[in-house]
């Protein structure tokens, strides 16, 4: 049997195989971050397909935070009962389910947040909206933020949860030079630009306590002028483990302006999958830590090589589940077509719209099927 479907565990939370579904906006809570019916359908779907563990979309722990529309959020006690609702139907289908927290940072909306976006520093990122440089308060208070969400996550019934800081989301924006010129404690060596990591992560933990995951989400580099480098990210992750994280899920690239996700599109040959499955064989030959892979897999026997060799522990994807929520159950049934997911994208943007994102080109495809049976 493939080394995917073994059981195994992080920090005591029991997982049936080492299928990860990949924290993915799905742009189907209510305008104030609730969930909603067809938020919970998404994730009972997931957890009927098999996958292992499914990753909340990134949840903005406070308001100031959120960076785009009908986003998931955390930051206040009144959400807690809907996402209790979802992380049950999770359980009853067989599921796990951790929660993703992030802030945007320099990349929140402020027609969304009603105040201007905060940055890290000055950078040569910056654009034509209002941004207000953090202050050492902001800091602490950003720090509560998230141990209070993380508080509200277990208290919904969460299995863990996950610290976002890649795709140059607030967090991101610490550890790359590209956004951090900061002179203080905070800025400077990698050392400095982690220090507000692990000031979360102790203050989660004091909250959630020891035998309760924390997992991580980082950049192996950011792949832009003055970014953070393989280097400095394989000594953040080396401090991230020492400092008790149970997990690191691996992914690289930033956002920028205009764009949701480095997610790349064409991925349309086994050589394209994968993309950063060189940098995993490093981090892994150095780190311990339970190392969780993202970014193009769509091929069972590409998956299946990157566990059985080592190079990563778990297998996450995401635009691939947009499409086959069932994908895990076809595959474990000895259907090992690659994923239907053709990478094109267009999967975001009935989010932007209000209807959450869904498979565009498979409804397409079902369209035409459609209008050619009538045709007969």
């Not at 610490?174 to 507000?196: C, H, T, V």
């Not at 998956?303 to 990563?312: P, R």
């Not at 994923?339 to 035409?368: H, M, Q, W």
Request: proline share 3%.
């Amino acid at each position: 049997m493939s080394k995917l479907f073994e059981e195994s565990s992080i920090n005591g939370m029991s997982l049936k195989n080492r299928f990860v579904r990949a924290a993915t906006w799905e742009g189907l809570a209510t305008k104030e971050g609730e969930v909603t019916p067809k938020l919970i359908k998404m994730m009972a779907l997931l957890a009927k397909g098999s996958v292992g563990l499914i990753i909340s979309s990134h949840s903005y722990v406070s308001q100031e935070g959120q960076g785009t529309p009908w986003q998931l959020g955390v930051y206040k006690d009144e959400l807690i009962h809907k996402l209790k609702e979802m992380t049950s139907a999770v359980h009853k289908n067989g599921g796990k389910i951790i929660m993703q927290l992030a802030h945007a940072g320099q990349y929140a909306e402020e027609q969304l947040t009603g105040s201007p976006a905060l940055a890290v520093s000055n950078s040569d990122d910056f654009y034509e909206k209002h941004m207000k440089i953090i202050t050492h308060e902001d800091v602490q208070r950003i720090v509560d933020s998230y141990s209070q969400a993380g508080k509200r996550a277990k208290e919904a019934g969460f299995d863990g949860i996950e610290i976002h800081s890649a795709h140059g989301y607030f967090l991101s924006q610490f550890l790359s030079p590209a956004y951090n010129k900061r002179q203080d404690e905070y800025g400077g060596p990698i050392d400095n630009r982690i220090r507000i990591h692990l000031q979360i992560y102790h203050a989660v933990r004091e909250i959630v306590g020891k035998n309760y995951p924390i997992l991580i989400k980082m950049n192996c580099a950011d792949f832009i002028k003055n970014g953070m480098t393989i280097d400095d990210s394989l000594q953040a992750a080396k401090m991230f483990a020492n400092a008790g994280f149970d997990a690191i899920e691996m992914s690289g690239g930033i956002i920028r302006t205009g764009k949701l996700s480095p997610s790349r599109p064409g991925i349309t040959t086994v050589d394209k999958e994968a993309y950063f499955k060189e940098y995993a064989r490093r981090f892994k030959s150095e780190i311990k830590t339970p190392l969780i892979l993202v970014g193009g897999l769509r091929s069972f026997e590409v998956a299946d090589k990157i566990i059985a060799n080592g190079i990563a522990d778990y297998i996450s994807m995401s635009r691939p589940f947009i499409r086959e929520p069932d994908l895990v159950n076809r595959w474990q049934n000895g259907n090992l077509r690659k994923a239907e997911c053709k990478s094109d994208n267009l999967c975001f943007n009935p989010g932007f719209e209000g209807k959450g994102i869904y498979c565009v080109t498979k409804e397409i495809e079902e369209n035409r099927m459609s209008g050619q049976h009538m045709t007969l």
